[in-house]
């Protein structure tokens, strides 16, 4: 069994692109009750992607990580008894709710875990494992070796991001609304509230770390994006099972081009090894070279433990 590439698209036609560029399986969810999304779908666009990717024999994951509030209950007993119905492959949580609400709702979908930044050691993937959870997304503030012994220890799946923005600082608060109206820019707000188009300027680095808005709260983002297509012989010997692109705050032509070099780069690894590592660094230039303006790629925490 191959490597998983899992995608996030923009859109429900979105995602017929990426199942042609050989993207195995697709994060989909709605802003409220997932983190950090590339795309809105709504309840009807739920049903509509998760049959087109079960029809092209791939795979559907619903996002519910959001952080709940006692407020947010009651909608999310109902949501989760939508999602139900629908039969996505899995969904994505964070936290014990979502357990809570399988259990006592007799929900009959898998689960996987991705807590964003608390996945950082294996006993906690086997807590949540024999919980239910039968994959865990790693945190991204790992470095390469860290990876390598949680994949051995964990008895569940490991997934790792190999591709995309991460972020650095999440708040229920909207910093950027309060600081406008605090300062009397109510024309502000107006026209940049909800956008994602702003971005925290470092000056002594000259980097910018985009930041937005949403039902969530806000979110900032790292200057540079991941791309560690040079380790993917090392993530699979590790015994990696899924591969992430993330496609937050990037353009749909993008995502399906660096799903397309992703795509290359797994099929050759699995035809042929040594071409892979004569190649490999060619892959990672084809990225390097279509990357947006302001942003350049890196190795995140692969190979240190800061970065920002």
């Not at 875990?113 to 790693?138: E, I, K, Q, V």
């Not at 609304?177 to 188009?197: A, M, P, R, T």
């Not at 692109?245 to 035809?271: F, H, N, P």
Request: some cysteine; glycine content about 4%.
């Amino acid at each position: 069994m191959t490597v998983e590439l899992v995608v996030t698209p923009k859109s429900v036609e979105h995602i017929y692109e990426l199942i042609n560029v050989g993207a195995d399986s697709f994060i989909i969810g709605e802003e409220k009750y997932g983190l950090r999304l590339a795309g809105e779908f709504n309840k009807e666009d739920l049903k509509r992607a998760i049959e087109i990717i079960h029809q092209a024999g791939k795979k559907a994951y619903v996002s519910v990580n959001a952080i709940f509030h006692n407020e947010h209950l009651d909608d999310l007993v109902e949501y989760l008894k939508y999602v139900d119905t629908l039969n996505p492959d899995a969904v994505i949580f964070g936290e014990p709710t979502i357990i809570t609400i399988v259990r006592e709702e007799k929900l009959n979908f898998k689960l996987q875990w991705d807590p964003h930044t608390l996945a950082t050691n294996s006993f906690s993937c086997n807590y949540w494992g024999d919980r239910g959870a039968y994959r865990t997304c790693l945190s991204k503030e790992l470095t390469i070796e860290e990876i390598e012994e949680i994949a051995e220890k964990s008895n569940y799946e490991i997934e790792v991001q190999v591709q995309g923005m991460l972020c650095m600082f999440q708040s229920v608060r909207k910093l950027v609304d309060n600081y406008f109206l605090y300062s009397d820019k109510e024309e502000y707000i107006e026209k940049y509230s909800g956008s994602k188009k702003l971005f925290l300027y470092s000056q002594d680095r000259n980097e910018r770390y985009p930041i937005f808005e949403d039902s969530n709260g806000t979110h900032i983002m790292s200057a540079n994006d991941i791309c560690a297509i040079e380790y993917l012989d090392k993530l699979i010997s590790y015994g990696v099972k899924a591969l992430k692109i993330e496609g937050v705050l990037k353009s749909e032509d993008y995502i399906t081009e660096v799903t397309t070099i992703y795509r290359d780069a797994i099929d050759l690894y699995y035809e042929d090894e040594e071409a892979y590592q004569e190649e490999k660094q060619d892959f990672y230039n084809d990225i390097e070279s279509i990357k947006p303006k302001y942003r350049e790629v890196d190795l995140g925490f692969f190979q240190k433990k800061t970065m920002y």
